[in-house]
């Protein structure tokens, strides 16, 4: 049998020492047997690689894709994929051992302080499941820290998150009040107004899911003024030049990881991203690394705040995550790395500049616009003149971009088309050429 | 060893892209640009290659050392599941393709998923999954979710849940992050006692939503009261949470659909081989019973009469979204591989060998450690340390010799316990050698405890003073 070492004799030799007949016996105190365990016989390596390289190959990755709306497929350097992909990080655990574990345990401060300077936030955690889980976490910490219960929403958030947000929300006292957005643009001064005493935090989104980037100083002014926290969710690579979490005046910044060097993964494994200020580390959840002294006097690194978990804390832990996504963590640090701070500030200007032609294409047409006129980044969204279901489903070979309206009533013709460095302008053109006529 | 941050160099690069693009600032007014850039570190490629390597270097893990750590199951991963996830065609797949169009560009991805979930049904005995949650605990999260949905439809607000007190950590903190509150009962000779149960029942009747078990508990021990347990909680129509951190003891052996439960996850990343990454990736799908079905997260994913495969988001009573998407897609097909790859018979086999491992392990260190129950152990078994013993100070002196420590941070029911789970994948020379290994620490330790609480001495690192850290926390390298 694979993977199971033991020959006749040592198996013999086992069940003597234990003083049984055979493995049947280890099973005695299991009252009823299975009904049926239908299974498949099991194949050879080579057979079940051969199945898995038929039902990859039945999946059309080779379309040109605008494909984003907050998960964006980026160019991985081969580096990230050889390192992380050596078995010393992956196959070990959570480093509940620090002295056996430094390898991880370093990794993931070093990630901490990645994450906490892009964001200019005081410090990291060592990753959630996503960035809607990093949202729920973010809105709970609030919950504690504030001892109030009502969440304003941007309803420019991730949709996607959003809804997570809500199932997440469903059994507790916890209200959210949504704040409507005009044509993709956030509405911050309605978001200010939204706030009042009894607020935990305010969530918003820079850029927000329509691509607009936004500054939300005053916003988060606004929380303070009245003991709320203002937490933002932020596109990590395009935070390489925008205005940062730290110098809106945010309580926690947060993020879905999944840019910085994860593959797109039909929806994961990814990480999300948790960064916050100093007094509310107390509050936050998941795992968090620290820098610490042996009995040497030589630094090192360890899980610390333990106090604050489920397998010591129980049901009054702050999360009940006991997992972060240490090997996602790690690949995001590499990423970080290999591209610093110039290659990750020239990698959001390429991909502005390349949402600029596209968009210059697009309203060449006179009846394609943009939703509104304000500033973008690296993703825009545009009204057209039919469905963008329609449109879409149209384009041969192509995958123009996400229609919003599944989300956002009244929106039926928007499309919301991203640009990353995986896109070229000659795909812009050869999009254009395969509109023919549609617009 | 120094950080990757303390060998930066100014203006040294490895990946900056070949681009024309003007500056942000030339795309975007200032006011919306961060005033400096990032303080990442400027490193090369190599600078890059070299730190990661050695930093490799400084990590227990499965392929190089015996990993006993009890309720992570760290079997060997194979390495054929790391081929199959990478493939393109897989990683390349942006989520929402299968949800444009007739999902015609995802149809491999699609039907990973379903099978998936139709052998996670034979194993289990349920009648459906979900692969949303991202990990156990959210799988336990999203479990408890479906619970609370069931007595919503019915019209009714149940508020407890009852916990013994050998379940996993998790449990009580994800009942509790659902709204619940937890009622402990005590554990009577490792198992749920049924009167304590009776009587917990008894006092909050009509509040009861239902029970979360692990089975075999956190002691490696099968519940013997399991049928008395389930007749119990369905006689006040309240359901019964099965925690499947523990599955690799029952595979093949006992399902707990059959058992009666209503509801439970599993841990791919324990069970069905899958990496753990260093603490993750993992990923806990969700199994129910036919009553839950119509509370399970949308989408789901259904196989047409033409054998296409499509999503359905119209499931009215659905708890939502606990994922963005299909949950960890990646992890999934890894485990969908090793299940493929063993079969039913080998999963059987998976089940004898990991009980198998622990009892001969268990029996062989019967007069090393104290070891509270007798009776035959599932997959793992605690111990506590012999009397004057610290079970830290046996846990740090196995890292020296090579091995990895058991659990000992729980059950938190045992006395300086030893939470020991070898494993399916582990041969007999390996078991005997952290036998004599234990042995030999133990008996040093009697003779001179003080040399056991300066282990480890040979590791990359000594004891770490974690209470300092815990006072003074530095976070970053900015943090002082």
């Known amino acids: ?139 709970m910490t609030a919950a504690r820290v504030t001892k109030k219960n009502t969440l304003v929403v941007d309803e420019a958030v991730n949709p996607f998150w959003r809804r997570m947000l809500n199932t997440y929300l469903a059994g507790l006292d916890i209200d959210v009040k949504t704040v409507p957005q005009t044509n993709g643009a956030s509405n911050l001064a309605a978001l200010s107004a939204a706030v009042d005493n009894g607020t935990a935090a305010v969530i918003v989104q820079n850029p ?121 963590a790690l690949r995001a640090l590499i990423y970080l790395c290999l591209l610093g701070p110039r290659g990750l500030c020239r990698l959001a200007e390429h991909n502005m500049d390349l949402a600029r032609y596209a968009v210059e294409r697009f309203t060449s047409f006179k009846r394609v616009e943009r939703l509104n006129t304000l500033p973008f980044a690296a993703e825009v969204a545009l009204r057209l003149p039919l469905p963008a279901e329609k449109f879409v489903a149209a384009l041969k070979g192509c995958v123009p971009g996400y229609p919003v309206a599944r989300h956002y009533a009244g929106m039926n013709n928007v499309l919301l088309l991203s640009c990353t460095e995986v896109n070229s302008r000659a795909q812009i053109d050869s999009m254009i050429e395969a509109t023919g006529g549609l617009l | 060893m120094n950080t990757i941050f303390a060998k930066s160099a100014p203006g040294r690069c490895a990946a900056v892209i070949e681009s024309q693009a003007p500056t942000a600032s030339a795309m975007l007014p200032a006011t919306l640009l961060r005033a400096r850039p990032p303080r990442l570190p400027e490193c090369s490629e190599l600078d890059i290659v070299r730190h990661f390597t050695n930093l490799s270097k400084q990590n227990f893990n499965v392929d190089a050392n015996f990993y006993p750590l009890g309720s992570c199951t760290m079997k060997y991963n194979p390495k054929f599941t790391e081929y199959v996830a990478a493939l393109p065609g897989f990683t390349q797949l942006h989520p929402l393709l299968a949800q444009l169009g007739d999902a015609g560009r995802a149809q491999g991805a699609l039907r990973c998923l379903y099978e998936t979930e139709r052998l996670l049904c034979e194993i289990t005995g349920m009648e459906a999954f979900s692969l949303q949650p991202m990990a156990g605990a959210n799988g336990e999260f999203a479990g408890i979710s479906l619970i609370a949905a069931y007595h919503k439809a019915k019209g009714r607000s149940r508020r407890v849940l009852i916990i013994p007190d050998s379940a996993h950590g998790t449990n009580p903190a994800s009942a509790a992050l659902a709204g619940f509150d937890i ?89 069905f081989g899958t990496p753990h990454g260093g603490g993750g990736p993992g990923s806990g799908p969700v199994g129910v019973n036919a009553r839950l079905m119509p509370f399970l997260p949308v989408p789901r994913v259904e196989k047409q009469p033409d054998g296409n495969y499509r999503l359905n988001d119209a499931l009215p009573q659905s708890i939502g979204h606990i994922a963005p998407f299909y949950g960890n897609f990646g992890v999934t097909v890894k485990a969908l591989a090793y299940i493929l790859r063993l079969g039913g018979e080998g999963l059987e086999r998976v089940a004898e060998y990991a009980v198998l491992n622990a009892n001969y392990l268990k029996k062989r260190l019967e007069d090393v450690l104290d070891i509270p129950f007798s009776r035959l152990c599932a997959h793992e078994f605690v111990a506590s340390a012999p ?94």
Not at chain 1, 38 to 59: H, I, R, T
Not at chain 1, 112 to 128: G, H, K, P, W, Y
Not at chain 2, 432 to 458: C, F, K, M, Q, W
């Open chain 2, 183 to 271: 009622v402990n009962i005590e554990s009577r000779d490792g198992m749920v006692d049924p009167q304590a149960l009776a009587d917990a029942i008894a006092a909050h009747n009509d509040n009861v939503a239902g029970l979360m078990m692990t089975c075999p508990n956190t002691l490696g021990l099968m519940e013997t009261h399991l049928p008395a347990i389930v007749r119990q909680l369905h006689d006040i129509d309240a359901l019964l949470y099965y925690d499947g951190a523990n599955m690799n003891a029952i595979l093949g052996k006992m399902r707990v659909g059959d058992a009666g439960f209503d509801v439970v996850h599993l841990n791919p990343h324990k069970t």
């Open chain 1, 208 to 328: 927000n899911f329509f691509g607009v980037p936004a500054d939300y100083t005053d916003v988060f002014a606004a929380a303070r003024a009245h003991r709320a926290l203002g937490i933002i969710s932020v596109y990590p690579i395009m935070q390489s030049v925008l205005k940062t979490p730290g110098e809106m005046g945010a309580d926690i910044a947060v993020a879905e990881g999944q840019s910085l060097g994860q593959p797109l993964n039909f929806g994961g494994p990814w990480l999300g991203l948790m960064t916050c200020r100093k007094e509310h580390i107390r509050q936050f959840p998941g795992r968090i690394v620290g820098r610490a002294e042996d009995r040497d006097g030589k630094t090192g690194y360890v899980l610390t705040l333990q106090a604050r978990e489920q397998h010591i804390r129980r049901a009054k832990a702050t999360s009940n995550i006991c997992s972060n996504q240490a090997l996602c």
């Open chain 2, 387 to 480: 009397e004057g013993m610290h079970a830290l100070d046996i846990a740090k002196a196995l890292l020296d010799r090579g091995f990895h420590a058991p659990t000992i941070y729980f059950p938190l029911i045992v006395k300086e316990c030893l939470m020991t789970e070898p494993t399916e994948t582990e041969s007999k020379e390996t078991l005997d050698a952290y036998v004599e290994a234990l042995r030999d620490i133990v008996s040093r330790g009697r003779d001179n405890p003080h040399a056991l609480a300066e282990t480890p001495t040979t590791l990359p690192a000594r004891r770490f003073d974690e209470t300092a850290a815990a006072r003074r926390i530095r976070l970053t390298e900015d943090m002082v």
């Open chain 1, 1 to 139: 049998m694979p993977y199971i070492p033991h020959t006749p004799q040592e198996l013999r030799e086992m069940l003597d020492v234990v003083g049984v007949r055979g493995t049947d016996d280890l099973f005695a105190d299991i009252a009823m047997l299975p009904k049926h365990f239908n299974l498949p016989k099991g194949q050879s390596e080579a057979e079940v690689c051969a199945l898995f390289e038929m039902l990859a190959a039945k999946n059309r990755t080779d379309a040109v894709s605008f494909l984003g709306a907050g998960f964006y497929a980026h160019d991985i350097p081969k580096a990230v994929d050889a390192l992380a992909g050596r078995s010393e990080f992956y196959t070990a655990y959570t480093p509940y051992q620090a002295e056996c574990s430094q390898g991880t345990l370093q990794a993931i401060f070093e990630f901490q302080t990645a994450i906490s300077r892009l964001f200019e936030m005081d410090c990291a955690n060592a990753s959630v499941y996503d960035g809607g889980s990093a949202i729920f976490e973010a809105a």
